[in-house]
């Protein structure tokens, strides 16, 4: 804790018992007692438990949620940049995705099935990999957002399948067998 007078204490002692002095550096010492104030919670400004709402949405943003906003509650915008947070470096793999999805379905149950990733050279399939997921529910996003981001997490060259509930959402009954690769724009 600062000295209420810890600015004038900085002078030579002599300098301390002039009165105008004290007074002087007492308009200086109030502005930097607000800059000081602030430097002190700094680390409260990146800390997603006790950050400002604006500032969680911009922690957010950062790592990669663009799709959290303020319709969700404060508790879920926290709770999903603490979870994504964590699950950076498990980004594209099977356990981040179906952490990811667990998280965006509420503790839901989540099924990831895939087409394996490591063969003996000439072995590995003619077709591009494909991920059949499946969630309960999707109680944090949209169906569009939560497409978007499996798009996002899986890498480019990946084609995948989505059920919601007992709805397959992607690919739309429309498109196809699920061929579309998660970096193609679809329309």
């Given at each position: 804790?600062?000295?209420d007078d810890w600015l004038v204490h900085q002078l030579p002692v002599g300098m301390t018992e002039d009165d105008f002095l004290r007074r002087f550096l007492s308009i200086f010492q109030s502005v930097g007692d607000s800059v000081l104030a602030q430097i002190d919670v700094i680390d409260r400004q990146f800390d997603p438990t006790v950050a400002p709402d604006p500032m969680v949405r911009?922690?957010?943003q950062w790592i990669g949620l663009e799709w959290l906003d303020s319709s969700h509650p404060d508790v879920v915008q926290r709770q999903a940049v603490l979870e994504y947070a964590s699950l950076l470096r498990w980004r594209g793999t099977k356990r981040g995705m179906e952490a990811l999805l667990r998280f965006?379905?509420?503790g839901g149950e989540v099924l990831i099935d895939d087409s394996g990733g490591i063969y003996?050279?000439?072995e590995a399939p003619r077709d591009a990999p494909h991920v059949r997921m499946?969630?309960?529910d999707s109680i944090l996003a949209h169906t569009d957002d939560v497409i978007r981001i499996i798009r996002s997490e899986l890498p480019a060259s990946v084609t995948f399948q989505l059920?919601?509930?007992d709805e397959v959402v992607w690919p739309p009954s429309d498109r196809g067998s699920g061929t579309e690769r998660a970096d193609q724009e679809v329309h």
């Open positions: 804790m600062r000295r911009e922690m957010g965006m379905s509420g003996a050279e000439g499946a969630m309960s059920a919601i509930g």
